[in-house]
T-cell receptor, first 112, second 116 residues
Framework: DQQVKQNSPSLSVQEGRISILNCDYT??????FLWYKKYPAEGPTFLIS?????DKNEDGRFTVFLNKSAKHLSLHIVPSQPGDSAVYFC???????????FGGGTRVLVKP | EPEVTQTPSHQVTQMGQEVILRCVPI?????FYWYRQILGQKVEFLVS????????KSEIFDDQFSVERPDGSNFTLKIRSTKLEDSAMYFC??????????????FGDGTRLSIL
């Protein structure tokens, strides 16, 4: 299932700098998008979401941008902290349905 | 903060045996889900459940799988006759409402199922 893709399997960033994670989707019926963070041996933890009627949503250090014409979303983490080191998944769903379709994840390493 | 709890954390079962994975969703949530992640692959949707019935299921969720909410708090996934390819991490999730009204799904820490 390639409907949601995260093309960068890993990202390394210096503490205090910006982390930018990207996600592309192909299904134009998706209208709700989420980012989850996952530590080893734990389940995905919800971070931030955005609906298709918006192009930006911000929550503290986390901002999600949505470009519907490009079918692309990104997650910005500013400033990055060592505790942000984890795997980040983007996920998408249709308003009328409720299943999440996940990307393959991006492993982020924040170096002190 | 309320959380979804799953038991056991690790289940080892012989091929052909039945297995039941258990979940306690967040108490005021109405929608319940099972996902799985085979090692090295994406998290994939199995089934969603609302108002005591399945609302959506994937093609993975065949006749070997069933879900049940036996009481007011538990939500279970049963695999009737396990196969080697059922080995995966199984995640339970719950949400207050459908995604269309902006309520995210919250996940448990998963049950690692190993079929021998």
């Amino acid at each position: 299932d390639q409907q949601v893709k995260q093309n960068s399997p890993s990202l390394s960033v210096q503490e205090g700098r910006i982390s930018i994670l990207n996600c592309d989707y192909t299904n134009s019926m998706f209208d709700y998008f989420l980012w989850y963070k996952k530590y080893p041996a734990e389940g995905p933890t919800f971070l931030i979401s955005i609906s298709s009627i918006k192009d930006k949503n911000e929550d503290g250090r986390f901002t999600v941008f949505l470009n519907k014409s490009a079918k692309h979303l990104s997650l910005h983490i500013v400033p990055s902290q060592p505790g942000d080191s984890a795997v980040y998944f983007c996920a998408a769903s249709r308003a009328a349905g409720n299943k999440l379709t996940f990307g393959g994840g991006t492993r982020v390493l924040v170096k002190p | 903060e309320p959380e979804v709890t799953q038991t056991p954390s690790h289940q080892v079962t012989q091929m052909g045996q039945e297995v039941i994975l258990r979940c306690v969703p967040i108490s005021n949530h109405l929608y319940f889900y099972w996902y799985r992640q085979i090692l090295g692959q994406k998290v994939e949707f199995l089934v969603s459940f609302y108002n005591n019935e399945i609302s959506e299921k994937s093609e993975i969720f065949d006749d070997q799988f069933s879900v049940e909410r036996p009481d007011g708090s538990n939500f279970t996934l049963k695999i009737r006759s396990t196969k080697l390819e059922d080995s995966a991490m199984y995640f339970c999730a719950s949400s207050e409402a459908l995604q269309g009204v902006g309520q995210p799904q919250h996940f448990g820490d998963g049950t690692r199922l190993s079929i021998l």
